[in-house]
């Protein structure tokens, strides 16, 4: 078997999808199909094992510890926590060093009692509470990235587990498909020997139809191996870090069956389903966004107030030439500006302020109205997907294995056609793939669904 390649490495997270493996189908040997996989765990060599499944959670875990997005969201927000800091200080003091008056006639700096040497400071004061606004805002704006990282952890999740069910999907049909080339060669051998010393009623359009089943059989394998690559594909980008050594990664391989995924236990009405809603990732960052549009709003207020201005200076003079010391100045004042102008400036800039605050709340309102609609799908996606799974375990595929038989019986018998048997059998196989697309396809649903669930700084919905 040709496996793809895996780095593990330490300590999982906790993951929230809990899920453990059960037998589903019984599978054949496939070798050709199983392709390398690519991941990237950092564990120590001693871990590895050529025969480890790499299983959903595995998937998952190495996909969350090396996504570097959280990483660096991490370090977005330690950037805002620095900066909210430096926005609640004052700006720094400005120092002035002037030479005043002095005569353009001898430049002596003692002829005039007039000619100073000044040294200057002046302070300037914020309107208002603008600092402690400023820095409000920046530490509130800082706490999005918390939700945005538990957003980005749902998602990587999401998507690494629906790529992992294409994956184990398209190598599980194959199993089937690959399960059914044995006996299909085989009566294609019999038909073959039948029509060559005209046994019963053996022709050679029986001979050309089973020829055609096994070509059928080997196109349909051909395009689940493309489909395997391609997930496999998709997978490869989350488990491992791009510049990895391929020294330092290990055989890994699919698992033998499908996961079991807990179906997520929902509030029965609709205003429970929204108070969920309301705790998910994006939404508690949309809530963020209108904290921060509310201090925008209080900051465009404080522009009515006027800004202060402290100014201290010292004025040397020297002595006179006729000998009489001079007294050095000390001088002091205050200034501040006046909101003349503000029909013009700051109620503009605060009717902007609240313009933009209820824009972002539209946002909000549209985005919990998406998810609850995406909710409510795949709420009846489920409980479709789910009544297909019970008819097909309970009815189709033992209908489908019955025909089968009795087919098969009937032309070993002589007494049916050869394209009946192969029909009834490739029907069987179908059957036995469609039930293992619906139950992919509710894996699928139930991910999708936990995602929508997710709750900030919580566990899922029904764990």
């Not at 906790?14 to 564990?43: D, E």
């Not at 080997?218 to 395997?228: D, G």
Request: hydrophobic content about 45%.
């Amino acid at each position: 078997m040709h496996f793809k390649k895996l780095y593990r490495c330490g300590a999982q997270p906790q993951l929230r999808l809990r899920m453990s493996n059960i037998s589903f189908y019984s599978q054949g040997l496939y070798g050709s199909v199983r392709c390398m996989l690519g991941a990237g765990l950092l564990v120590v060599a001693s871990m590895a094992k050529a025969d480890t499944p790499l299983t959903l959670n595995d998937a998952v875990a190495i996909s969350l510890q090396n996504d570097p997005w959280l990483q660096g969201s991490l370090y977005q927000q330690q950037a805002m926590l620095e900066r909210s800091v430096a926005l609640g200080a004052l700006p720094d003091p400005r120092f002035s060093v002037t030479l005043a008056n002095l005569p353009t006639n001898t430049a002596d700096f003692n002829q005039e009692a007039m000619t100073q040497l000044k040294f200057g400071v002046t302070q300037l004061l914020p309107r208002g509470d603008t600092l402690s606004i400023k820095q409000a805002r920046q530490e509130v704006a800082a706490s999005k990235q918390s939700f945005l990282r538990d957003n980005r952890k749902a998602q990587v999740e999401r998507d690494v587990s629906l790529l992992w069910l294409d994956a184990i999907k398209a190598d599980k049909t194959a199993v089937l498909i690959e399960s059914e080339l044995p006996w299909v060669e085989k009566v294609l051998d019999v038909a073959r020997s039948n029509y060559a010393f005209g046994i019963g009623a053996a022709r050679q359009h029986d001979v050309v139809q089973a020829q055609m089943s096994v070509t059928q059989l080997q196109e349909r394998l051909l395009r689940q191996q493309q489909s395997l690559s391609a997930a496999l594909a998709g997978i490869t980008q989350w488990l491992y870090p791009a510049a990895l050594p391929a020294t330092e990664r290990f055989a890994g391989r699919l698992p033998d069956s499908l996961p079991v995924l807990e179906r997520p236990t929902l509030p029965e009405t609709d205003a429970q389903r929204m108070d969920l809603l309301r705790q998910h990732p994006l939404l508690r960052a949309a809530g963020v966004d209108q904290q921060v549009k509310a201090q925008d709003i209080a900051l465009a207020r404080e522009q009515y107030k006027p800004q202060w201005a402290v100014s201290a200076g010292y004025s040397y003079r020297d002595d006179a030439p006729n000998g009489p010391s001079r007294a050095d100045l000390f001088s002091i004042g205050i200034s501040f500006d006046l909101p003349l102008f503000a029909s013009q400036k700051q109620d503009r800039n605060v009717v902007a302020s609240i313009a933009e605050s209820e824009a972002v709340k539209t946002e909000a309102v549209l985005l919990m109205n998406q998810m609850q609609s995406a909710m409510h799908s795949e709420m009846r996606t489920l409980a479709s997907l789910e009544t297909r799974h019970r008819l097909f375990e309970r009815t189709l595929l033992a209908q489908a294995t019955s025909l089968a038989e009795l087919t098969l019986n009937a032309y070993t018998l002589d007494d049916g056609e050869i394209s009946a048997a192969l029909q009834a059998r490739v029907t069987g196989m179908n059957t036995r793939i469609a039930a293992l697309d619906i139950a992919v396809e509710r894996l699928k649903s139930i991910v999708r669904l936990n995602y929508l669930l997710t709750q900030s700084g919580a566990e899922r919905v029904g764990e």
